[in-house]
């Protein structure tokens, strides 16, 4: 504990909800330094209790006060309009101090300081205090332990001046020649801050603020230009409010680096071509660039300040709100949604919006989205779902008006043949069963589609050679010369084999050879045979459903082929073998080892 026995005790009015504060704890001023008496009140009355009773030498006011701290230092002042009053702020609450300060509060302390640092906080202003006989008195007002207090610890200007053309300061302290390049004693007495400071294209405008505030006895807030004595120019915040007699107080910040920030944001989301926009934590726009707008159909200053949910579908707007304030709750996090936005005269268009929690931070503080238009991805979507439907219909029909008569039809064909031994029954065997694989290919081409399920890595020789297991070969070939594992949904790659093979033997014959090989010094491999080969007119037509050059044919087996392929992402083009057979080439392959 520090001993200062031979100096005077410094009496202290603690005010708070719960009579502790930030003087309170298991550490106390008194334990610091033995000049402290502090006195702890609960709430404004209790603490104008104590001054009816005694006197102090200063006040500290919690900053979470439940009456509110600007009703607990209006209750000091009616005590005493000398005596220093300290704010107790919390870490998150110290954006609060800029505002205490120009209401009057003469100093401020955190309450996750060590109580010797509240303590040194608390002598040197009191000190000040008691010394206010030989403090500088400017045009009658007193400044004291304020001016202290600020010069050392506030980082923007704080002033008292007359209303009037070009203002009078009276008073002007703090980091004041930083900002400006002035001293308070040159603002006071040469430089007049309207006509030689503030920017010209900003002074009427000022003038305009202030005299407002006067006139209706309220507070008010201007962002304008000034320029320092270096001739730089700089961007400043005044919050300012009338005191009465003609006077005006506030403070002045420097917000250069801020606007800084905020022009090159502007400039940057003006020149891209995607839509950005800024809205609240309330969801009003405060930001839209002109691709934004212009998109929608609307102005920009028509959108800044509207709430953007008003713009949403009823129906998106239900589902996006909840999902918009768990974003405001989570810092810097991001979200995607897609919903509809109402342009200004075409309906309804889709959006789909990356948001990302940018509260708080300097040049922003908003909710940040960058949409894209998917109103064509939309319309894709809804136009496939219909003729999704429409296809599944189709194959129920195929399935059951067709695949049952089919079945009866060969049910029938069979008891004939017990009866009778006609020469024309094998060729109503064969049209049957045709009928029967066309029915089969044309439920696979509508079901299965262009899409494959998971892909594996799998060996193409080794499932080569089994789909060659699964083919009515009779006296064919297969010759294999490729050892390669590509990434691949096994079954369909099985099925595609079967139906190469399946077209080599039906329009090469039963004796044909069948290669596998690998492209050379290329991301693909082939499948080729020594049969007679396709006309060069002919080939572009073989993937067409049902054109074949068999006679017994389905013309669906190599269109199967083409949709397992692109349905893989390859390539496959029909070329020919090097003495002319068919042959079919499959290229883009990722290799999956």
Known sequence: MISQSDCPCIRVLSVSSTGGGCTDGSETLELVDD???????????????????????????????????????????????DVPVFLCVGPESESIVPKALSRGITDWVRSDWGQSVVATRLINVVDAAWGRQDAVETGGIDTGSREWS???????????????????????????????????????????WNRDIVHPADRSRLEET???ADSSEGTFEISYRIYTQEDELRWVTERGRPIGEGCLEGVITDITERRRTENRFETLMELTPAMVAIVGSDGAFQYVNAAHAEFLGHETDELIGQNAFEYLH??????????????????????TVEFRFEHATDGYRWLTTHARNCLGTVGIDGIVTISQDISEQKRRERKLSEQNARLEEFSSVVSHDIRNPLNVATGRLELAREECDSEHLPAVAASLERMAQIV???????????????????DLASAARSAWNHVETDDATLEVDLEWTVEADEPRLLQLFE??????????????????????????????????????????RLFEAGYTTAQDGTGFGLRIVRDIVEAHGWEATITEESDGGFRLEIDGIDSGE
């Open 35 to 81: 000049r402290f008496e502090v006195r702890s009140a609960t709430g404004i009355d209790d603490a104008a209790a104590a001054f009816a009773a005694d006197e102090f030498d200063c006040v500290v006011v919690d900053a979470q006060l439940e009456a509110g701290w600007c009703e607990a230092l209006d209750a000091v002042r009616t005590c005493s309009a």
């Open 150 to 192: 600020l010069i050392e610890n506030f980082p923007g200007v704080l002033y008292r001046a007359r209303l009037g053309s070009g203002r009078e300061f009276l008073m002007v302290e703090g980091n004041v020649e930083s900002i400006t390049g002035y001293s308070s004693e040159s603002l006071r007495t040469e430089q007049c």
């Open 210 to 212: 202030i005299e407002t």
């Open 314 to 335: 009823p129906d998106d707007r239900e589902e996006i709100w909840p999902t918009f304030l768990s974003l405001v709750d989570s810092p810097d996090s991001v979200i």
């Open 440 to 458: 089969d290919d044309t439920l696979w081409l509508v079901r299965e589609g262009r899409e494959v399920d998971e892909r594996t890595p799998v």
């Open 499 to 540: 139906n190469l093979f399946r077209n080599s033997i039906d329009h090469a014959g039963e004796e044909v050879t069948v290669r596998l090989g690998c492209k050379p010094d290329t991301d693909g491999f082939y499948v080729e045979d020594d049969g007679p080969g396709v006309s060069p007119d002919e080939r572009d």
